[in-house]
């Protein structure tokens, strides 16, 4: 099985890239930030007739502790998968916690992160035996993340989230994307 993904290629542009234009280490105390990710995958393997396709798209709005050691917030997932003649998309919104590391790197515009998020899957499947299906389960899972900041208020973002449904499935979703603070 072959995973197609750009995200690993552009961070590392991004990171070797040049040094951040301000003089100022970020501040994330106490600000709101609103970030979209996305990712992009095609799998092919001789156990399918057809390639898997799947496109994930995440939206997060979340607000920073005074200290910037934590943010709450939270999120929409959207993901559509196309395999021959069905299509499955699924809808999640959640809420999250997360736990920043203080400001990393040289010009200390780094941060990583982890944390948890729960919610509520909604999936329709089109095309399954000519019917189509609804099926709606919990969802919760950890993210683990690091943010490049370009400016005190922009950062390329890369995240990793993990995520375990009540019926027993899991999947995981390595996307890349942006963060505004404000």
Known sequence: MRSVSICGAL??????GASAAWAEPIDLGGRTGVAANFSVTTLNSDDFSDDINVIFFNAT????TETGRFEFGGSLTVSGTIFGDIEL???TPSALIRINTDPLGPEENIVLYAGFLAGLSVSKAE????????????????????????????ALQ???????D?????????????????
């Not at 890369?158 to 375990?164: G, K, V």
């Open 11 to 16: 961070v590392a542009i991004v990171l070797l």
């Open 61 to 64: 709005v979340t607000r920073t």
């Open 127 to 154: 095309g399954v035996d000519g019917d189509d299906e609804t099926d709606e389960v919990g969802a919760f899972g950890p993210k683990f993340g690091a943010e490049y900041y370009f400016t005190p208020n922009l």
């Open 89 to 91: 998309t699924t809808t």
């Open 158 to 164: 890369l995240e990793d989230t993990l995520i375990f």
């Open 166 to 182: 009540t019926e027993k499935n899991i999947s995981n979703a390595l996307a890349i994307g942006a963060k505004y603070l404000f």
